[in-house]
């Protein structure tokens, strides 16, 4: 399949991302990232009309849950348990990238109706115990539950730019927020800044190969120091420099001249949207991860015009850093009658905690005033 035909799909879809586009996928299996070796052996869905592409979707048969984002560790136990195999499953994401957006590539509604209906298809006659597709949009959520996927709710937490009233930068954002919470990242930045930390930004073709083969010393290392493996290889990111170096700005921290440690945000400079993506540092610095992660990337994207960037997964403590609620979802399928009415009775319940949480949520609204309702990404 063309690269050319995969991107123009993907640049026609309600929500693209850089994460679909066919450099990024490719880079992630050329580098060996996310391979059948790793437990992700990739296939793509295709829809074709008169002989043009029509629809499509990123598929891999999974041998284990790791670098999903959505947790069903669960319901693999209680196949074990029951002496069934929950693996291999079909997974229909983006690799170790937990970033809602488009994932049923199609022209119209009627081909992302045949893509859901299809990937079920394609479920039941391969004789696997379940399907799932991770942060779709709405669009996608839609066609998948008129499939008859079962739905799950999900929360991240997204800053926003206020469009009746935008921010001008980082100090207008603090204006906004309670004293206590402004007081907070007052401190924490001073911490930094009296630890002899400044921060150099690299834009694009500006990350040379010498900061992206520091940046993943320190992708590694924090790696190493909690214990695990890292998802991706230094291939991929070389790839990224040579295929896709638009879609990455490098925050790099150094002190007397001698970096330690550096975070990397991706960027859609077309929709004015960054998704903090990866951090690592060479030791330990009080606070540097808020600095590197949070604060260095929202002052840049109120300066660069932007009206989103995405925090990543999971992690309520963003909230007091000026990222709010937002509702996700994902979908989900499973072959076993009894299992499905299962956990079909647990997203019921689960939902309604998601909910609840959210509105507890709401209620440590890190802003004054009232905190805007979450909503699903546009």
Not at 242 to 250: D, F, R, S, Y
Not at 258 to 271: F, P
Not at 281 to 304: D, G, I, K, R, S
Request: charged content about 20%; hydrophobic content about 45%.
């Amino acid at each position: 399949m063309a690269s050319t035909a995969w991107d123009a799909l993907l640049a026609a879809q309600a929500r693209p991302t850089p994460f679909m586009r066919h450099a990024y996928l490719h880079a992630l299996h050329a580098s060996g990232s996310a391979v059948e070796g790793t437990g992700w052996a990739p296939r793509f869905a295709l829809l074709e009309r008169d002989g043009m592409l029509a629809g499509a979707c990123a598929l891999y048969l999974k041998s284990h849950s790791y670098g999903e984002y959505v947790f069903d560790w669960a319901w693999a136990d209680a196949y074990r348990r029951h002496g069934l195999a929950y693996y291999p499953k079909w997974l229909a994401a983006v690799p170790f990238t937990p970033v809602p957006g488009t994932r049923l590539l199609a022209v119209d509604a009627q081909a992302r109706d045949a893509l859901a209906r299809g990937l079920l298809d394609l479920a039941r006659e391969s004789g696997v115990s379940s399907i799932h597709l991770l942060f779709p949009d709405a669009d996608d959520e839609a066609a998948l539950a008129r499939a008859g996927w079962m739905i799950r709710e999900g929360v991240q937490f997204h800053w926003t730019q206020d469009t009746a009233a935008p921010v001008a930068d980082f100090a207008g954002l603090l204006a906004r927020m309670q004293r206590e919470k402004r007081k907070k990242i007052q401190q924490e930045r001073r911490r930094v800044a009296e630890a002899g930390i400044g921060f150099s930004v690299h834009e694009g073709a500006a990350i040379d190969e010498a900061l992206w083969g520091f940046f993943h010393r320190c992708y590694v290392q924090t790696y190493a120091e909690h214990h695990s493996t890292p998802y991706l290889t230094r291939d991929f990111f070389a790839r990224m420099a040579a295929t896709l170096p638009e879609a990455w700005v490098m925050f790099v921290a150094a002190r007397e001249g001698r970096r330690i440690a550096a975070s990397l945000v991706a960027v859609d400079t077309a929709h004015g949207t960054a998704w903090g993506r990866y951090w690592g540092a060479l030791e330990h610095v009080p606070c540097l991860h808020f600095e590197a992660c949070y604060y260095q990337p929202l002052a840049w994207c109120l300066a660069n015009g932007f009206v989103r960037f995405e925090g990543g997964a999971q992690g309520e403590h963003k909230m007091a850093r000026g990222l709010l609620p937002v509702r996700t979802g994902s979908a989900h399928w499973l072959r076993d009658a009894r299992f499905a009415a299962a956990v079909a009775d647990f997203l019921a319940s689960e939902g309604q905690g998601v909910a609840q949480y959210v509105d507890e949520l709401r209620e440590r609204n890190p802003f004054k005033g009232t905190a805007p309702a979450p909503a699903a990404p546009d």
